[in-house]
């Protein structure tokens, strides 16, 4: 099997290790590992986390499949994720959806043909105080209008 | 009962130096209560808890020194301290502002926890999302070890402590403890049966305290000053120390406020210090405790925000999360946002929630296109009642509580969408 991870990649596993009482508990260390040196989780790098853990292929789908946050189809170069929760709803989050799905010409859970974005809505990001809140890649941005997020879609490279 | 408006955490907010070790040593007595907690008995410790009316902050309001009074005192498996930084009931933002702004009242709080139980090794399982605040708390943690407050032999005491940051991936469910475990342990986030509970088995099969961040950020001013001084910042009997508490939604002044536990009522809240709802509009309903708590008419507001008042009109704290929605806010459609999440966010292990959820959305999703009939609002009544204490975990109860509590207090609104159509 050719090897998809990088070095890196296990050598932030092999730091973390003696901070867990087995191998398994590293397996969401190790999914996000991954996915973020490889901006997705492909195939083959589910099967590399299962031979480096010693477990069987499937239990890494499993577990891979069950969080949002792991993506199991390639994402754009950028990733908007627009919290549609109730405190961000109240406050005008839909606004923003409709405004990204118009700008950028895709709709909810597309990504743009030149793979620059990805646009989802998400659950609540705990920035409720100061709604309406999205993630842009690891970012939060709070207090969004749809002037403010017109600034920072075009500020992306 | 106090008159006493003194604050714990809040004026260190926003600041941020006041994330750094200096700072907390300096302006925050940092580090004093530990070596005072590893000079006692842990029995003595859990007392002076118990004293203090700590009630977890995540939710359920459970007596912090009663938890750890069930942990065995011998066990052969390592015991776990495990916080709870999950922070995914919707309405809920105050645990972020605690590890970025003062991780060190975490830090230090996990080590003297660790103590109390017997336990040598700490785990924060912080929310996927929270990729700064993890990163903030990753460096907070190395400047400890650095420093001799985490490790062998913490401060020469004889005593070791680890503590490592596990990143949850974006699972609302692994907020509840054992589905937190499993996550911890590297599953799938699914609730296990119980009993067994965390404290006889917990994380890796050892004995293990689940605390939220805010509780264990209390422990420090406890140790320091008391557990009848904590008890005494509260305003109810049993509900010791100040609250932090999170408005959002239709306000003029939304963000976190800090009052001693049931020093404030919602009406005093919304209108004397979030400045009144926005554009001067009527309020037409507060959600008070996070979105799983059953939600309050604007009659009903003149209650005080804490555990016993809120449960006594048939609401909850829960996290001291409060939404405001103003008049002219469709709850119909708010609903259906809520339940979607629910759905969502619904693990799938007991089918009265995973059935029960998805069928209520699109029974308010009809009522919304104005296809509803009058029976669908019973037929609404009738599936949450029969997910309400159904399920492994209190998914089923958070999904199922804000249907019957919003159907019982705005029937006429799901009634005029049923009678007059989509444009009621």
């Known amino acids: 099997m050719a090897k998809v991870l990088s070095d890196q990649f296990y050598s932030v596993m092999k730091k973390l290790e003696p901070r867990y009482p087995n191998k398994v508990a590293l397996m969401l260390p190790a999914l996000h590992a991954a996915q973020e040196e490889m901006g997705w989780l492909p195939p083959e790098s589910l099967d590399e986390i299962a031979d480096y853990i010693g477990c069987h292929p499937a239990q890494v789908r499993e577990v891979a499949s069950f969080y949002t946050m792991y993506n199991l189809k390639p994402v754009g170069k950028h990733h908007i994720k627009i919290c549609t929760n109730v405190a961000c709803c109240l406050r005008g989050a839909y606004d923003l959806v409709d405004h990204c799905e118009k700008k950028l010409g895709i709709k909810v859970g597309q990504t743009t043909d030149d793979r620059k974005f990805t646009l989802h809505e998400e659950e609540c990001l705990g920035a409720c105080g100061t709604a309406p809140a999205m993630m842009l890649d690891d970012d939060y941005h709070e207090n969004l209008d749809t002037t403010r997020l017109d600034e920072l879609l075009d500020s992306m490279e | ?424």
């Open chain 2, 1 to 424: 009962m106090s008159t006493s408006n003194e604050t714990l955490f809040i004026q260190h907010f926003g600041n941020e130096e006041s994330r750094t070790l200096n700072y907390y040593l300096n302006q925050m007595n940092g580090y004093t209560a530990l070596k005072k907690a590893l000079g006692m008995k842990p029995d003595q410790l859990i007392e002076e808890v118990k004293a203090s009316n700590l009630r977890g902050r995540g939710g359920a309001g459970f007596p912090t020194g009663v938890k750890w009074g069930f942990i065995p005192k011998q066990s052969d498996r390592p015991k776990y301290v495990v916080i709870n930084a999950d922070e995914s009931e919707p309405g809920t933002f105050k645990d972020r502002d605690i590890m970025r702004y003062t991780p060190f009242l975490l830090l230090e709080g996990m080590v003297i926890t660790g103590h109390a139980i017997g336990s040598n090794v700490g785990y924060i399982y912080i929310r996927g999302e929270y990729t700064r605040e993890a990163k903030l708390l990753n460096e907070a943690i190395q400047t400890a070890y650095d420093r001799g407050y985490l490790g062998k032999n913490i401060q020469g005491t004889g005593f070791d402590f680890d503590v490592t940051v596990h990143r949850g991936a974006g699972a609302y469910i692994c907020g509840e403890e054992t589905a937190l475990l499993n996550s911890l342990e590297g599953k799938r986030g699914e609730p296990r049966v119980k009993p067994p509970f965390p404290a006889i088995e917990g994380a890796f099969r050892g004995p293990t305290v689940v605390n939220n961040v805010e509780t264990i950020a209390n422990l420090p001013f406890i140790v320091n000053r008391g557990g009848k001084w904590f008890s005494d910042l509260g305003n109810l009997p049993g509900s010791g120390g100040t609250r932090l508490v999170g408005v959002s939604g239709h306000v003029k002044k939304p963000g976190l406020y800090e009052f001693g536990a049931g020093g404030v009522t919602i009406r005093e809240l919304i209108y004397d210090y979030c400045g009144g709802i926005l554009g001067d509009k009527k309020l037409k309903a507060v959600i008070p405790g996070g979105s799983s708590s059953p939600v309050l008419r604007a009659d009903e507001i003149d209650v005080i925000l804490d555990i016993e008042p809120l449960q006594k009109i048939g609401s909850m704290l829960g996290t001291a999360s409060v939404m405001v929605v103003s008049e002219d806010y469709n709850v119909v459609q708010l609903l259906r946002r809520m339940i979607h999440f629910y759905a969502h966010e619904s693990c799938g292990q007991c089918t009265p929630c995973r059935e029960g959820s998805q069928w209520m959305e699109d029974i308010v999703k009809k009522i919304l296109r104005g296809q509803g009939r009058e029976e669908d609002i019973d037929l609404l009544e009738d599936i949450a009642s029969n997910i309400d204490g159904k399920t492994l975990c209190a998914l089923g109860e958070a999904v199922a509580w804000p249907v019957q509590s919003f159907v019982k207090k705005f029937r006429p609104d799901f009634e005029a969408f049923i009678r007059g159509g989509a444009h009621a």
